[in-house]
Antibody
Framework: QVQLQESGPGLVKPSQTLSLTCTVS??????????WSWIRQHPGKGLEWIGY???????YYNPSLKSRVTISVDTSKNQFSLKLSSVTAADTAVYYC?????????????WGQGTLVTVSS | EIVLTQSPATLSLSPGERATLSCGAS???????LAWYQQKPGLAPRLLIY???SRATGVPDRFSGSGSGTGFTLTISRLEPEDCAVYYC?????????FGQGTKVEIK
């Protein structure tokens, strides 16, 4: 069974870059057909999709965040990462990593437990 | 971008009653790639329904999904106290993937 775990600083200063890593266990991040995503949830609010990286390396980002987001993969560590630059208090949220696959259909769906990131000086 | 609109915002029902949650899409959802998630406080979302109508592993059969195109429904046939949660729809047929704003189900 695929499992995901987020890690990274829980506190980031305004204007800095938020960096989170998701470690995948129970399967290879390079497995064909998998989409590796980041999703966030502002306190007391709904879910916001940030973007994904496909197993092939192609990426797609939420247009509202595209100028500040980078998602990348480290196959040697079976991890994928999120970088969000120039953060403000509005980026304070619980950040989830998730996986879907193989392929879009079929119900393969895996989530990390989430990690709270607070943006504050 | 496909905008998903969920209704109602809050649903308050008694145990044993039937709950009907709606998710409307601004454009047709490709291949019925629509999912329903259940989220309880402090926990990650849990997949209930994928591909509009397929129940995820381990999900009780009182949960069912239907619909296609721009209109989708999640039905809970007989509410149990543990169904108290927020339910989100998500489309993953077109990028960017998008979520609805959620429906809160309260048990009286």
């Amino acid at each position: 069974q695929v499992q995901l775990q987020e890690s990274g600083p829980g506190l980031v200063k305004p204007s800095q870059t938020l960096s989170l890593t998701c470690t995948v266990s129970g399967g290879s991040i390079s497995s064909g057909g998998y989409y590796w995503s980041w999703i966030r949830q502002h306190p007391g609010k709904g879910l916001e999709w940030i973007g994904y990286i496909y197993y092939s390396g192609s990426t797609y980002y939420n247009p509202s965040l595209k100028s500040r987001v980078t998602i990348s993969v480290d196959t040697s560590k079976n991890q994928f990462s999120l970088k969000l630059s120039s953060v403000t208090a509005a980026d304070t949220a619980v950040y989830y990593c998730a996986g879907r696959g193989p392929g879009l259909g079929g119900g393969g769906d895996y989530w990390g437990q989430g990690t709270l990131v607070t943006v504050s000086s | 971008e496909i905008v998903l609109t969920q209704s109602p915002a809050t649903l308050s029902l008694s145990p044993g009653e039937r709950a009907t949650l709606s998710c409307g899409a601004s454009h047709s959802v490709s291949s019925s790639y629509l999912a329903w998630y259940q989220q309880k406080p402090g926990l990650a979302p849990r997949l209930l329904i994928y591909d509009a109508s397929s129940r995820a592993t381990g999900v009780p059969d009182r949960f069912s999904g239907s619909g296609s195109g721009t209109g989708f429904t999640l039905t809970i046939s007989r509410l149990e106290p543990e169904d108290c949660a927020v339910y989100y729809c998500q489309q993953y047929g077109s990028s960017p993937w998008t979520f609805g704003q959620g429906t809160k189900v309260e048990i009286k």
